[in-house]
């Protein structure tokens, strides 16, 4: 009667956990399955890491041979990139978007459990060569000839680019899915210029995504038929063009360094107000500068190709130091953000200002290498390599882990430990210091990127072996980490819907937030609909913007 | 059903989240991003093309010594495809109209030129002459016509779904988001066809 029909027939079921987190199609639950395999894969390249520095720290070949050696490095960058920096960040985009709009779940459910367990398996593919004879071991670049069937027979570089080509096939889904959801799931009064920073970030990330990663696929396509099916494409002898290759990786390559910062620009530029107790400052002018760098990210991949000589320099030097300018602009926002704040050094805070400092340093040596005469220089040199790991690991990777601390709480209902993190953040930040400023030193003094030996008459041991205690510090860092995280998940404070006086509304749910994700939302005027639920109530204080932009909707 | 001991909102409630929503169905806007990146995609072997071809220069641009294009067949296919899109479209017109029948008999019409057009595509691949390993024309021509016909057999399989739908009955003048989908991706791949026709064989 009255009761049975007012039961909601959802015909529910009970499983096990385990068939739940294998077949769910919740975005929270993918969320964290794409962080939990994404730190999977950063331990294991890790690894490989500390295997190329221990390699590296002393003269001499300690005890890899050439072929391991360049296998390492290949393995490490590849997986880094690939299955490390984009899916975690893909996972937070994952978890956070759809809280942010205040919709109850991504536009594609299903397609977004396709997209993530795409992941794992392309993963395992690229590492499966290490068990038939050798993994892939021409750099995480692939440059053409090295990669054609007779400078590299084995079947490594194929089982690469399977995996490849299905870690992209994952990024275009998700990148799909990303999209639909913020053009379509935006909860009522969620207009783009309110949408949170991080929902912006991510928006400009799935574009670039979207137009740059199948021409990849297509690259990667072309190079898997020159191997297995006697084609040409990047073949000279037979009328094929090998700089082809960089042309394709770079059009690609490119616009995927943006993919790996942007949402880690997004991170912190939701950290910083929270924990200045601000607003961003110049949120449109964050806005333009993210749709900014996105459309200039695909006018600049020849500057990878400078010393080819196949390449007009002037147009792409110029194209490249103009990205300084939506960079420096967002630089303007983070400092007028904390400009004047009521700072509260938070473990998320702290790895936030880490990468704002971090990523200055490798934005500059980024301008440097802009600059053609200096690029011809230190081309190839571990110069690049410091550049490179000051934006990826000291820009993109303390973004991920100031995304950790702060959303932790609200994914698993515990705070992190602070005093733990800030042990984590000092050995990191140190470490990370040590393992790469001294690269910078190294390029300039001419040691090559790639190589498993050097002199002992060269002058690189004390800075080489400074990277190396510095990388060892950076995996001790980790310890505390594994442990709070652990520890706090059996036994961490427990923090509330609101842990941090959030702007942005996944903190106007629970934590962690019900399948459906919302009870009820708060009426959205602004990018900080939570900050005025909790502290605008009593005073008629809506900025005059505001008021504006209300009369926009309504218009 | 994916519900359990955390209770999930059941996966057939995914169309609820539409209703409230204007404008261009979701699925839709799924589907023009999907292009988008197939633009790229193709965009991608299309460079191969024209770089191969500027490598070459100033040879002359032509197949493997012993191999000849077939103009004549390329032709008659390439009608083939063009009156496949407009049948599709007949297909989406008479379910607008809320028509079941003419849309299972042109979507009927549209998956046979297809698969016509795949049985050709074979038929002039075992012609030609040359084969992919045969320098770099053999390399993209393959390459590109090759993924050309595999869009081409992906779009084929969404017609028989379309059409195994429809013979069940699940599309209606007001339902029938997943034939509108399938019918833009049908004619994205045509436009492809267009676009790989008129470079591979016009511009010559």
């Known amino acids: 009667m009255a009761t049975t029909t007012l039961e909601p027939r959802s015909g529910t079921i009970r499983r096990s956990w385990v068939i739940e987190w294998l077949t769910t199609v919740d975005h929270k639950k993918i969320g964290v399955l794409y962080i939990v395999n994404s ?60 809280l942010q709009l205040g919709a109850p779940d991504m536009a594609f459910p299903r397609i977004n459990a396709l997209s993530f367990w795409l992941l794992p398996l392309g993963g395992i593919l690229i590492f499966s ?65 309110r949408m949170p920073i991080f929902v912006w970030t991510v928006l400009v990330t799935a574009v670039l995504i979207l137009l740059a990663t199948p021409v990849l696929t297509a690259g990667l396509i072309a190079l898997f038929i020159d191997r297995n099916y006697g084609g040409s494409f990047f073949d000279p002898s037979v009328g094929g063009n090998p700089i082809l290759w960089q042309h394709i990786f770079w059009f690609f390559g490119h616009p995927e360094v943006y993919i790996v910062i942007l949402p880690a620009m997004g991170v912190v530029s939701e950290v910083l107000p929270v924990f200045s107790r601000k607003p961003l400052f110049g949120y449109k002018a964050f806005v333009f500068a993210t749709i900014a760098i996105g459309l200039l990210s695909f006018s600049v991949w020849a500057h990878h190709m400078f010393t080819t000589g196949a390449v007009f320099l002037p147009f792409f030097s110029f194209m490249t130091a103009l990205i300084a300018i939506p960079t420096g602009i967002k630089m303007f926002n983070w400092l007028g953000t904390l400009y004047r704040g009521k700072l509260m050094l938070t473990t998320a805070m702290l ?44 820009g993109s990777v303390f973004g991920v882990f100031a995304a950790t601390y702060y959303w932790f709480p609200k994914m698993s209902g515990r705070k992190l430990n602070e005093p733990l993190g800030k042990v984590h953040f000092w050995i990191h930040f140190i470490g990370f210091n040590l393992a790469f400023f001294p690269m910078h030193q190294l390029g300039l003094s001419g040691m090559p990127r790639r190589i498993a030996d050097y002199s002992p008459d060269a002058g690189w041991t004390v800075l080489n072996l400074a990277s190396t205690v510095g990388a060892f510090m950076i995996a001790v860092s980790i310890i505390p980490f594994l442990i709070n995280v652990v520890a706090s998940l059996i036994n961490g404070e427990p923090a509330g819907d609101d842990p941090w006086e959030g702007n942005t509304l996944e903190w106007a749910t629970t934590s962690p937030p019900p399948p459906y994700n919302f009870d009820r ?31 926009e909707a309504q218009a | 059903m994916t519900a359990g001991a955390a209770e999930i909102r059941p996966a057939g409630d995914d169309h609820l989240v539409e209703t409230h929503q204007t404008g261009m169905p979701t699925v839709m806007v799924g589907m023009l991003l999907f292009i988008a990146s197939e633009v790229m995609f193709f965009g991608g072997l299309f460079a191969t093309y024209f770089n191969a071809r500027a490598s070459v220069a100033p040879e002359p641009w032509e197949p493997p010594p012993g191999g000849e294009l077939d103009m004549a067949l390329a032709g008659v296919l390439t009608a083939i495809l063009i009156s496949s899109s407009f049948t599709m479209q007949f297909g989406v017109w008479a ?39 045969d320098g770099i024309f053999g390399t993209v021509f393959y390459t590109l016509t090759g ?58």
């Open chain 2, 95 to 133: 379910i607008r109209r809320g028509d079941t029948g003419k849309l299972k008999m042109w979507t009927g019409i549209t998956l046979v030129l297809g698969l016509l057009f795949l049985a050709g595509q074979l038929y002039d691949y075992s012609q030609l002459g040359f084969g992919i390993a």
């Open chain 1, 129 to 193: 060569g290490y068990l038939f004879g050798g993994a892939a071991a021409e750099g995480w670049t692939g440059y053409s000839p090295l990669t054609a069937d007779r400078f590299s027979p084995g079947v490594g570089t194929d089982l690469w680019i399977i995996g490849l080509a299905l870690v992209g096939t994952a990024s275009i889904l998700g990148a799909v899915n990303s999209i639909t959801t913020i053009f379509k799931m935006r909860a009522p009064g969620m207009t783009l210029f």
């Open chain 1, 521 to 551: 939302l708060p009426p959205i005027h602004s990018e900080r609909p939570l900050f005025f639920l909790t502290h605008g109530h009593g005073h008629a204080v809506a900025r005059d913007e505001d008021l504006d932009e209300t009369h």
């Open chain 1, 39 to 98: 730190f999977l894969f950063f331990f294991a390249a890790g690894i490989l890491a500390l295997v190329i520095r221990s390699e590296l720290a002393v003269p001499g070949m300690q005890f890899l041979d050439h072929d391991t050696y360049n296998q390492a490095f290949t393995m490490h960058g590849t997986i880094m990139l690939f299955l490390f920096i984009i899916p975690a960040l893909s996972g937070f985009a994952n978890y956070i978007v759809p």
């Open chain 1, 351 to 394: 790895f936030a200002l880490g990468f704002i400092a971090m990523f200055l340093i490798g934005g500059i040596s980024g301008v440097m290498l802009a600059s053609p005469p200096i690029d011809f220089h230190v081309q190839d040199t571990y110069f690049v390599v410091a550049h490179l790991h000051y934006v990826f690991f000291g």
């Open chain 2, 147 to 204: 993924f050309h016909g595999a869009h081409v057999f992906g779009g084929a399989v969404g017609l028989t779904i379309i059409l195994a739908r429809a013979m069940q009955g699940q599309f209606s003048g007001r339902n029938h988001v997943a034939v509108e989908a399938v019918s833009i991706y049908w004619h994205f791949v045509d436009v492809v066809w267009i676009a790989v026709f008129s470079t591979i064989y016009l511009l010559r």
